[in-house]
């Protein structure tokens, strides 16, 4: 079965770096993508980043744009979320998601994965 467990949270200053981790395994055809959400307290879940196993193409929310970098390590079967320059409203769950054969259209929308990480916590403090 598919599973996805994100890793690599923490508590953070301002401005500080984290890298979250999310290992993937189960997919029996390398038509797949992998996409990240976050969620704080009272509000919606939201897009953060996406990359594509198919054709490797990646987007990001324009909230994070310029500090969020998605990568795909095909050796470790893991896809990183590097995030620079943290800002307190990065506080959130941030939670991985795939989905398989890969859909079309908006890519940081949770209506189209199927399956989903437990999440990991990011805390940034003022």
């Known amino acids: 079965e598919v599973q996805l467990v994100e890793s690599g949270g923490g508590l953070v200053p301002a401005g500080g770096s984290l890298r979250l981790s999310c290992v993937v395994s189960g997919f029996t055809s390398g038509d797949y993508a992998i996409g990240w959400f976050r969620q704080a307290p009272g509000k919606e879940r939201e897009g953060v980043s996406y990359?594509?196993?198919?054709?490797?193409?990646?987007e990001y929310a324009d909230s994070v744009k310029g500090r969020f970098t998605v990568s795909f390590d095909n050796a470790k079967n893991t896809v990183y979320l590097q995030m620079n320059s943290l800002k307190p409203e990065d506080t959130a769950v941030y939670y991985c998601a795939g989905e398989s054969p890969e859909s079309y259209g908006n890519e940081l929308e949770s209506g189209r994965y199927d399956y989903w990480g437990q999440g990991t916590q990011v805390t940034v403090s003022s």
């Open positions: 990359i594509s196993h198919t054709d490797s193409s990646t």
